[in-house]
């Protein structure tokens, strides 16, 4: 399984890298915290990912290597919001800004996506009593479209996400639709992604089409380790319990290390993943 969008940023100064040796060393969470994630491609090496995180066991950075290219994220809490930054290295100066509000959970419930420091969308999110993200909400600001992803879950796991949008038929309906879905904090996918930086003003008066998709999952008994929480995203509330045996794209298989954590997922077409903890 792949799980967040474009993060807040009015407060860079306040951004405190923290070295993933002073860091990692001291973190007092109990749930297993991934240290690397290395990802293979037809037996070659196609990224390798590194997490810091804060003495919560909170996400604070994390660097993806495509060969030479390297994609950064930071993460700032401070009180009540949430800063997140995510920078590539081909263009530094370019970042993505997301700055989000959290309820007194720690969840984020509502967050604001910037491209070029211009606020392009906004969001909100929902959360059952158990503390699971049901419903991510977006708006185009310039009116061009919106939707939500709705999550369905069943004994602790999210079987299901339907993904709907509304959008206008224009020039850029196509990259604004592959952006949108790209472009939200993922909570699934756990993943940023930029925002296209393609923006039309659209009158209020134009008709609107509809996209719906949906992904079911199903799930083994094994207990998850590799999910948002083993990650530190515990912002976007509770990862599955389980891990997933299959979607309605990939079938998973696992190897676990001695302690009973993911040392190694596969799919079905022999790509894999290697994961590393935090000791």
């Known amino acids: 399984m792949k799980v967040v969008n474009s993060l807040l940023f009015l407060?860079?100064?306040v951004?405190?890298?923290?070295?993933?040796?002073?860091?990692?060393?001291?973190?007092?969470?109990?749930?297993?915290?991934?240290?690397?994630?290395?990802?293979?491609?037809?037996?070659?090496?196609?990224?390798?990912?590194?997490?810091t995180y804060d003495t919560s066991g909170r996400l604070v950075e994390s660097k993806k290597h495509y060969g030479e290219y390297i994609y950064t994220i930071n993460v700032t809490y401070i009180g009540d919001s949430i800063l997140y930054k995510t920078v590539d290295s081909y263009e530094p100066n370019d970042f993505n800004l997301i700055k989000g509000m959290l309820n007194s959970k720690n969840q984020i419930i509502s967050y604001t996506g910037f491209s070029n420091n211009i606020i392009d969308e906004l969001y909100t999110c929902e959360y059952n009593k158990e503390g699971y993200l049901i419903k991510e909400s977006w708006t185009e600001m310039d009116n061009t479209g919106s939707g939500n992803i709705t999550y369905t879950i069943l004994n602790g796991n999210i079987i299901q996400n339907i993904f709907t949008s509304m959008y206008i038929e224009t020039q850029y309906s196509s990259s604004k639709r592959l952006s949108n879905s790209k472009n939200r904090l993922e909570i699934q996918n756990r993943r940023v992604n930029c925002i296209s930086n393609a923006r039309l003003k659209a009158p209020l008066d134009l008709d609107y089409h509809t996209n719906s998709d949906t992904l079911n999952f199903q799930f083994t008994d094994t207990l998850n380790t590799i999910g948002s929480e083993n990650m530190g995203l515990y912002f976007?509330?509770?990862?599955?319990?389980?891990?997933?045996?299959?979607?309605?794209?990939?079938?998973?298989?696992?190897?676990?290390?001695?302690?009973?954590?993911?040392?190694?997922?596969?799919?079905?077409?022999?790509?894999?993943t290697i994961f590393t903890y935090v000791e």
Not at 244 to 250: E, P
């Open 236 to 272: 976007i509330g509770k990862q599955s319990r389980n891990l997933v045996s299959s979607s309605d794209t990939d079938v998973f298989t696992y190897e676990l290390d001695a302690k009973g954590r993911v040392h190694k997922q596969s799919t079905d077409d022999k790509n894999y």
């Open 11 to 13: 407060f860079l100064s």
């Open 15 to 51: 951004f405190c890298l923290m070295s993933c040796d002073d860091k990692n060393s001291d973190i007092t969470d109990s749930i297993p915290k991934i240290a690397s994630m290395t990802c293979y491609e037809n037996d070659s090496l196609y990224s390798t990912t590194s997490y």
